[in-house]
């Protein structure tokens, strides 16, 4: 199911803002606010710059304050919480950015990943000597590996292998682990228990974090520690410099190529997107090392990685990525989809819906109309989309509210005798979210104006 978040098409953004008493009676205040106050501004920042060639490279934990503090506490306390829950994505770029984390902390201590294991292979198991009942051989696991250090779990796979888990906590409580027999069909001899101290990072993302507590409700009072990626981050005058060290950090990775003050920029302004905020970047390694791969592509071995090589790269990207977005334009064009971009319609308003479709990496926008009917009748306003089903549950009190403030607004001492139907025409999808419902109100307000104004007629 496609779901859409609605909101009125407009030529310039008109922002309501309250002064700071929240009296009733204050006035609320029109402030018209062009396209370019929408663009990330990085102009404070450029003293900073000034010799940007020797801003040197610094490590992207600089940025990710929450994890570093988590992961110095962990391995600072020998007694209480032995793990630690870390919300990231289940992805190798951030396992080995954790581990990094721990080997600041402690460069001597192991630091062993386990993104995909079995019982046996995490736990090691004994195995029977050939031809013999007496004696047998152990073989070690991704645990023993991680003695007097850090084993870091994957929670996908622990939760695909959640046998696993009370066996882990035990170990985590009693630092003992038994030997298990590899074969449970002969009998083996097991050696005694061994003494293990070690501490786990649990990574898995908010959805796999909240499974996972659903069966283990003690996780978060006083078994584990809790900690951060943070996926963007407000830019500051204290963190610029650190987060183009850290751009240049993942470069190095890439290739010897450089970028160029311009190049930064431009990623920094592609992040914003991502952040959905002009003044936060975006961090994610695995999205920060896509971008500055096919800016490599683009710049074809030459030494320096300049805007152009950047913005090709989120050309490139586009195009593979639009050929649905180029569809619903051409349904447009073909007459398939009704659109009136000129001239003046009462009770209309175009809205630019977003489209998340399932297996596609991008949400997009395809514009759609509103259009509200006024009829005779008991002053109920009908959402046609919630009748068929079509609408989210923000959307539906979205409606609610909207009708309330119809009301209000309007200070009636007795109902309207008018009655309005509201439809996303050629709506075949889910509906939902604030913005819908306040381009539904404007269709409202033109259709109930032209109304009164009509009725007012002698």
């Not at 066996?167 to 228990?193: G, I």
């Not at 890439?254 to 991502?274: C, D, P």
Request: glycine share 6%; charged share 20%.
């Amino acid at each position: 199911m496609v779901h859409g978040s609605l909101s009125p098409t407009v030529s310039a953004c008109n922002v309501l803002y309250l002064p700071a008493s929240n009296r009733m009676n204050d006035v609320v205040f029109m402030q018209k606010v062009n396209w370019q106050n929408l663009l990330p501004d990085y102009t404070p920042f450029e003293t900073l710059d000034a010799d940007f060639a020797g801003i040197e490279t610094a490590h992207p934990l600089m940025l990710q304050t929450r994890l570093t503090d988590g992961v110095k506490r962990l391995l600072s306390t020998p007694s209480g919480a032995g793990a630690m829950l870390v919300t990231a994505p289940d992805n190798n770029s951030y396992y080995q950015l954790i581990s990094d984390a721990v080997t600041q902390q402690n460069p001597d201590i192991p630091v062993v990943l386990a993104d995909n294991f079995t019982p046996l292979t995490l736990f090691g198991a004994v195995y029977p000597e050939k031809d013999s009942v007496t004696t047998s051989h152990q073989v070690k696991g991704l645990i023993h590996k991680a003695q007097n250090g850090v084993l870091i779990v994957s929670l996908s796979s622990l939760l695909s292998q959640f046998t696993c888990w009370p066996t882990l906590k035990s170990l985590l409580l009693n630092h003992q682990l038994s030997w298990r027999n590899a074969d449970e069909r002969k009998f083996t001899p097991l050696p005694t228990p061994e003494t293990l101290q070690v501490k786990l990072i649990l990574v898995g993302d908010r959805g796999l974090i909240s499974d996972f507590e659903s069966v283990e409700p003690d996780l978060f009072s006083g078994l584990c520690l809790y900690s951060e990626f943070e996926q963007d981050m407000k830019l500051t005058e204290e963190n610029f410099l650190p987060f183009i060290g850290s751009v240049k950090w993942y470069q190095k990775q890439i290739s010897e190529s450089v970028l160029n003050q311009e190049a930064i920029y431009s990623f920094m302004r592609a992040g914003a997107r991502y952040a959905e905020d002009q003044n936060r970047v975006w961090l994610c390694p695995m999205w920060t090392k896509q971008l500055l791969a096919e800016a490599n592509y683009e710049a074809q071995g030459e030494s320096t990685i300049t805007e152009h090589h950047v913005e090709a790269a989120r050309t490139a990207r586009l195009f593979r990525e639009s050929y649905l977005p180029e569809r619903a334009v051409e349904d447009i064009f073909h007459g398939q989809v009704f659109i009136d971009t000129e001239g003046e319609q009462i009770g209309q308003v175009n809205g630019l819906t977003v489209i998340e479709m399932p297996g596609h990496p991008m949400a997009y926008g395809e514009p759609a109309r509103i259009s509200c009917v006024i009829h005779f009748g008991d002053g109920d306003i009908n959402d046609v989309e919630r009748k068929a089903e079509l609408g989210g549950n923000i959307h539906a009190k979205g409606m609610m509210i909207m009708q309330a403030f119809v009301s209000a607004a309007l200070n009636l001492d007795q109902p309207l005798p008018y009655s309005a139907s509201i439809v996303f025409e050629q709506s075949y999808c889910e509906v939902d979210g604030d913005s819908a419902s306040l381009a539904e109100l404007c269709a409202l307000v033109s259709a109930f104006r032209m109304c009164l104004s009509a009725s007012a007629l002698p």
